[in-house]
């Protein structure tokens, strides 16, 4: 986020993102801490069951249950 959108780079004498068109203005950390603050307040999502994986050299085989 720092590098494209407030690093002002010496050869462009713009951020990246300028340069590419994505925003107009210089941003400052608060812009980007504004971002950041309400992802980081919604409820984290919940993880599915750990499925296990067989090593490569086992995984074309086929097992049966018996």
């Given at each position: 986020m720092y590098y494209n959108f407030m690093r002002i780079h010496k050869m462009l004498r713009v951020t990246a993102a300028m340069?590419?068109?994505?925003?107009?203005?210089?941003?400052?950390?608060?812009?980007?801490?504004?971002?950041?603050?309400?992802?980081?307040?919604?409820?984290?999502?919940?993880?599915?069951?750990?499925?296990?994986?067989?090593?490569?050299?086992l995984s074309g085989l086929v097992f049966a249950d018996y």
């Open positions: 340069a590419a068109g994505v925003t107009d203005k210089l941003c400052e950390i608060a812009d980007i801490v504004a971002l950041i603050e309400p992802k980081q307040a919604e409820k984290p999502m919940v993880r599915g069951p750990y499925k296990r994986r067989l090593p490569k050299r």
